[in-house]
C-alpha cells in the first residue's frame, strides 16, 4: 500500500493498493479507458495533460475535465494531470481541479512537444529549471494543503551535463517544497518516444535519493518500456522505485492490470502471461466501446476507437487482419461488423510472445506517439 500525502502538510492522504497505475495518456486515458483499466484493477489513475488555460477558460474544456461517479475517491483515485507555463495560471487550473474533486494534481514537465509562442511548458521547463521550480512552488502554495501535488518528469531535457544538472535541481526543489512524489520518464524530451528508456538513471536516482525521499513521504515512480505486466515488476526489482507507471503497455490491453494483481496475490509468474480469450476480449471491446459513445457520442467512440481497436488487435491470434480491419473502422455499424466477423466466435488469445516484445510499437512509432501526444493536447507545434 503506498500513500500520498505528507502528515504535515495536513492535506488529504490518498492510498494506492498496488504499486502501479495507468498513465497520463493525451488522447487515450479518458474516463471510457480509465474505467476499463479500473475494472481490471488499476488502483490510479491519470488523466491526460490538461492545458490550464482550457480550464480557465471554460466551455468544453473545463466540461472535458468533469469527474464521473466511480472515477474519483478513496476506492477510485484519480489524478488531474496539468500542463502551462505561467505560475499564476497553472495554480488557478489547480485549485479549479481541486474544486471539481480530484484526488490529485500533477504537473506536467514532461510532455516534448514544441512550446508554443516562445513559452516552455511540459518538458520544455526542464531547460529552464528557475521557471520549472516557480510553477512547482505556486501550484503547492494553491493546492498543497489540500491534495497531494506531484511532477511528472523526463530524466532530463538533452543528455547534457547542464540539463542533467538542471534536472537535480528541480527534482530537490520538489521534494523540498513538499510535493508528495515524482514519476520519472527515462527517455530526455529530446529523445521524445524514440529508443529505449535509460533504466540505470532509475536506479541512480533511487540510490541518491530514495532514503531521503522515504522520510519526506516523497513517492518515486518510474516511466518507460513497461509493455506487458511482466515489466512492471522487472522496473520494480531494476531500479528500486515506488511505484510503476503503464503507459502504452495497457492501451488495448487492460488485462495487464489483472496479470499483475493476480502475480501479486499468488506469486505465480504464470499469472503474468494469461492471455483473454477471444470472448473475453470482445466482452471489453464492447464495453469500452459503449463507455466511449456515451462519454463522446457514437460518431466520435467510432474514430476514437479505431486506434484502441488497432491496439486491441495483438492480443488476438490473427492480429494482423484484425488490425487492417479496425483501421477500416469510420461507424458505429463498421464497428459492430468487425466485432463480429473477428471476435464473434470464443477462442484462445494470441500467445503472449506474440505480442511482446513491442519494440516496433515503441520504436517506428515514436514521432507518431509525439504528433498523437500533441495533437490530443491540442498544441500546436508551432513555435
Ligand atoms: C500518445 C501518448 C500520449 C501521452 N500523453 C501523456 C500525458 O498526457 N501525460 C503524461 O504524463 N504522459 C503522457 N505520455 C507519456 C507516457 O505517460 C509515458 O511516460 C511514456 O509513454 C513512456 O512510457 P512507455 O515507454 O511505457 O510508453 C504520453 C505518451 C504517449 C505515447
Given at each position: 500500500m503506498l500513500i500520498f500525502g505528507s502528515p504535515a502538510l495536513g492535506s488529504r492522504r490518498v492510498s494506492v493498493a498496488a504499486p502501479f497505475f495507468q498513465a497520463g495518456l493525451a488522447?487515450?486515458?479518458d474516463y471510457a479507458m480509465r474505467a476499463v483499466a479500473r475494472r481490471h484493477g488499476c488502483p490510479l489513475c491519470v488523466t491526460e495533460a490538461m492545458l490550464d488555460q482550457f480550464l480557465i477558460n471554460g466551455g468544453k474544456g473545463l466540461d472535458a475535465a468533469r469527474l464521473h461517479a466511480g472515477d474519483h475517491g478513496a476506492a477510485a483515485p484519480i489524478v488531474g494531470q496539468l500542463m502551462g507555463s505561467h505560475p499564476k495560471e497553472i495554480a488557478a487550473g489547480a485549485k479549479i481541479l481541486v474544486g471539481l474533486g480530484y484526488d490529485m494534481v500533477d504537473v506536467n514537465l514532461a510532455c516534448p512537444v514544441k512550446k508554443i509562442k516562445k513559452k516552455a511548458r511540459g518538458g520544455h521547463l526542464l531547460s529552464v529549471p528557475e521557471e520549472a521550480v516557480e510553477i512547482l512552488d505556486s501550484v503547492m502554495q494553491a493546492v498543497g494543503s489540500l491534495v497531494p501535488v506531484t511532477v511528472k518528469l523526463r530524466r532530463a531535457y538533452d543528455d547534457t551535463p547542464e540539463m542533467a544538472r538542471a534536472f537535480t535541481v528541480i527534482f530537490e526543489k520538489a521534494m523540498g517544497l513538499g510535493l508528495s512524489g515524482a514519476v520519472v520518464h527515462s527517455r530526455t524530451v529530446a529523445q521524445k518516444?524514440?529508443?529505449?528508456?535509460?533504466r540505470p538513471f532509475l536506479r541512480q536516482l533511487m540510490d541518491t535519493y530514495g532514503a531521503h525521499a522515504k522520510s519526506r513521504h516523497f513517492v518515486i515512480g518510474g516511466s518507460g518500456d513497461v509493455w506487458c505486466a511482466a515489466d512492471i515488476f522487472k522496473m520494480l526489482d531494476e531500479t528500486g522505485v515506488d511505484l510503476v507507471s503503464v503507459a502504452r503497455g495497457c492501451i488495448g490491453n487492460p488485462w495487464v492490470f489483472e496479470q499483475a494483481r493476480a502475480f501479486m496475490r499468488?506469486?505465480?509468474?504464470?499469472e503474468l502471461a494469461k492471455v483473454p480469450g477471444i470472448s473475453q476480449q470482445r466482452a471489453v471491446l464492447l464495453e469500452h466501446f459503449e463507455l466511449s459513445a456515451a462519454l463522446h457520442g457514437e460518431a466520435v467512440a467510432g474514430r476514437e476507437m479505431r486506434k484502441f481497436g488497432i491496439r486491441f488487435s495483438r492480443l488476438h491470434p490473427r492480429g494482423d487482419e484484425v488490425k487492417n480491419a479496425f483501421i477500416r473502422v469510420h461507424t458505429l455499424a463498421d464497428w459492430r461488423a468487425a466485432l463480429d466477423l473477428w471476435y464473434g466466435a470464443d477462442g484462445p488469445g494470441a500467445p503472449y510472445e506474440k505480442t511482446l516484445p513491442l519494440e516496433a510499437f515503441g520504436g517506428q512509432a515514436s514521432e507518431e506517439c509525439a504528433d498523437e501526444c500533441g495533437e490530443a493536447c491540442g498544441m500546436a507545434e508551432a513555435v
Open positions: 488522447g487515450y486515458s518516444y524514440r529508443g529505449a528508456g535509460h499468488t506469486g505465480d509468474p504464470a
